[in-house]
Structures are given as C-alpha cells and as structure tokens.
C-alpha cells in the first residue's frame, strides 16, 4: 500500500524521480519560463525544454504554424538561443523549481550530438532526451530516426559522453518502429519516449500555395492519437526499457490509455498552446481514476491492455 495519495503518481523512468508521470513534450513548453506565470512547475512531472542545438538558431522563415481539424502543422526550425545560453542563462532559473529538467538535444551530424551530451553533462539537468527526426547532413538530409543504424550511431555517441539518463525520442516516420525501438536500446538507451510529428503539409486553395513557407512541417494533436497509441503499444512490446508516450494527449482518459498500451509516463504536447495547465489537469484526472477503480499506484496502469 502507499502512503499517501501523492505517492499514487510518482514514478522512476531510468533514475529520473517524478512526482507524476505527466511531462510537457519538448517545444511545445518552451524552456518551462514562459508558462510559469500561469502554472506552478513544482506540479509538473518534467520539463522536456524545447530542442536545444550547439549554436544558437533563428528557425525557419515565412509561416511557420497552422492549425488544422483536430490538430496543427508546425514548422519552427528548432528556434532556440543554443546550449551555452541554456546552461548559463536559463538553467539557473529552472533549478529554483522542484521539478527534473530534460534537455532535448539536436545534431547535424551525430559528433554534433555528443558534444551537446558533453556539455550538458553535471549541469544539473535530470536527463537528455535525443530528437534524432533531425536530417544527417553528413548523408544527404536523410533524418537519423529513419534508419535503424543511424539512430542506434547517435545514441551510441550520445551515451558514451554523458552520465545522465539517455531518452531517445522515436520518429514515426518509419515502417517499423519496433525495429526502431529494439535499435536504440541495444544502443544503450535508458528510455524511449514516442511519437515525435508525422510529416504533414497544407495548401491555400486561394494563392494555390503551400500554407506553412518550409512546405512541410510536422503535425501534431488529437487527430494523431491513434497512430501514436499503436507504435507506443508496439514499442513497448519491443523493448524493457521504459516508454514514455505522447501524440495527441488531451484528458487524463487519454493519458490512461497511452499507459494502458505499455507507457510508464507520458508527455502532453499540444494541449498546452490551448490550456497551460493541461499537464497537472491531466495528471489530478489520473489520480481520480486510479481512486475510482481502487488501484494504489499509477504502474498498476502500465502495458495492461487486454489484447486476448
């Protein structure tokens, strides 16, 4: 039995201590600042910050968001001030809050990636988790997430700079994202976390023009939601590490059934541009289901789908 009903929540993802198991997807939360006038950051599992690469980045020009029925197109370009501003800058101001910071990290090329591990190492993040949807210039723009080798190379780099947990975060932009799954850990990853964005696009039927001025971006919200409840079930059927589930999670009823298909935590991404306290509503609605069906901790949740 648990002692309280706090403990009801709290969870461990590759020695990442939680008080829930609800995150804020990376890019989606900006570094965690922005939203703090509006809720308490003490209340959220983690902060995933938003893509952080060495040098700092303007992004993509022209329009670079867009919404669509049941969710958005979004094409920033990895917008962000870089890994020295972060670390002197930012981090600073999140340490006041209790709550562990993840820091996305993204590379041109994959000694990229273990520089950035490098430096973000004994910094006083709680752990690194790996965009590896982002194109190998060393290959012809061919993302590393796409290919079983490439991504199990960048995490492989990443791990052999770092002492901090390693989350490699699954693009589903691919046939077989078990193999994907499977690829990663036997590169040593302490964790998966799935989906990133499908690839989307849209077209002004007025101008006859692409909508967002990269042409395509990446598409995200409710709509994808079945997709990402599928490729978390397979990939946590794949591995043993933990899998942290995200893609379309607006309620606490979404958040269950992520857990029910094998996630031990969860990341709430979109939601957040429409209601910032999405993270700890949705983490108060799992507690009350938890109490409405008399279980004592949310892992009782986890890869308990009925499939027979």
Same mark, same amino acid.
């Given at each position: 039995?648990?002692?309280?009903?706090?403990?009801?929540?709290?969870? =461990?993802?590759?020695?990442?201590?939680?008080?829930?198991?609800?995150?804020?997807?990376?890019?989606?939360?900006?570094?965690?600042?922005?939203?703090?006038?509006?809720?308490?950051?003490?209340?959220?599992?983690?902060?995933?910050?938003? @893509?952080?690469?060495?040098?700092?980045?303007?992004?993509?020009? @022209?329009?670079?968001?867009?919404?669509?029925?049941?969710?958005?197109?979004?094409?920033?370009?990895?917008? /962000?001030?870089?890994?020295?501003?972060?670390?002197?800058?930012?981090?600073?101001?999140?340490?006041?809050?209790?709550?562990?910071?993840?820091? /996305?990290?993204?590379?041109?090329?994959?000694?990229?990636?273990?520089?950035?591990?490098?430096?973000?190492?004994?910094?006083?993040?709680?752990? *690194?988790?790996?965009?590896?949807?982002?194109?190998?210039?060393?290959?012809?723009?061919?993302?590393?997430?796409?290919?079983?080798?490439?991504?199990?190379?960048?995490?492989?780099?990443?791990?052999?700079?770092?002492? #901090?947990?390693?989350?490699?975060?699954?693009?589903? =932009?691919?046939?077989?994202?078990?193999?994907?799954?499977?690829?990663?850990?036997?590169?040593?990853?302490?964790?998966?976390?799935?989906?990133?964005? *499908?690839?989307?696009?849209?077209?002004?039927?007025?101008?006859?023009?692409?909508?967002?001025? =990269?042409?395509?971006?990446?598409?995200?919200?409710?709509?994808?939601?079945?997709?990402?409840?599928?490729?978390?079930?397979?990939?946590?059927?794949?591995?043993?590490?933990?899998?942290?589930?995200?893609?379309?999670?607006?309620?606490?009823?979404?958040?269950?059934?992520?857990? *029910?298909?094998?996630?031990?935590?969860?990341?709430?991404?979109?939601?957040?541009?429409?209601?910032?306290?999405?993270?700890?509503?949705?983490?108060?609605?799992?507690?009350?289901? #938890?109490?409405?069906?008399? #279980?004592?901790?949310?892992?009782? #949740?986890?890869?308990?789908?009925?499939?027979?």
């Amino acid at each position: 039995m648990v002692s309280n009903v706090n403990d009801m929540l709290a969870v =461990n993802i590759a020695g990442i201590k939680m008080k829930t198991p609800v995150m804020t997807a990376s890019g989606t939360f900006g570094f965690g600042l922005e939203y703090s006038d509006f809720v308490d950051l003490n209340q959220v599992g983690a902060i995933v910050v938003k @893509g952080t690469t060495l040098a700092p980045k303007a992004g993509n020009s @022209g329009r670079r968001m867009a919404e669509t029925p049941a969710g958005m197109l979004n094409s920033i370009g990895l917008e /962000n001030p870089g890994v020295e501003e972060f670390i002197h800058t930012i981090m600073p101001r999140l340490a006041k809050y209790d709550v562990p910071v993840i820091v /996305n990290i993204s590379g041109n090329t994959v000694e990229e990636y273990g520089q950035l591990a490098a430096r973000l190492d004994k910094t006083g993040v709680a752990g *690194l988790e790996v965009n590896i949807s982002c194109p190998n210039v060393k290959q012809g723009g061919i993302a590393f997430g796409t290919c079983p080798d490439s991504a199990a190379q960048v995490v492989g780099e990443v791990k052999a700079k770092t002492t #901090l947990p390693v989350i490699a975060k699954l693009s589903p =932009n691919v046939t077989d994202i078990a193999l994907m799954a499977k690829a990663v850990e036997a590169a040593g990853a302490d964790a998966i976390s799935l989906i990133n964005t *499908l690839l989307g696009m849209a077209i002004d039927i007025h101008t006859w023009r692409p909508v967002l001025g =990269n042409i395509v971006g990446g598409f995200s919200g409710p709509a994808v939601k079945p997709v990402a409840v599928r490729m978390v079930w397979q990939a946590a059927n794949a591995v043993k590490v933990p899998v942290i589930g995200m893609g379309g999670i607006m309620t606490a009823a979404d958040a269950v059934e992520f857990m *029910l298909a094998g996630a031990s935590a969860v990341a709430v991404g979109t939601a957040n541009f429409v209601n910032p306290y999405a993270a700890v509503e949705v983490a108060g609605g799992i507690r009350d289901y #938890l109490t409405e069906r008399g #279980l004592n901790q949310v892992s009782q #949740l986890v890869g308990k789908v009925n499939c027979g």
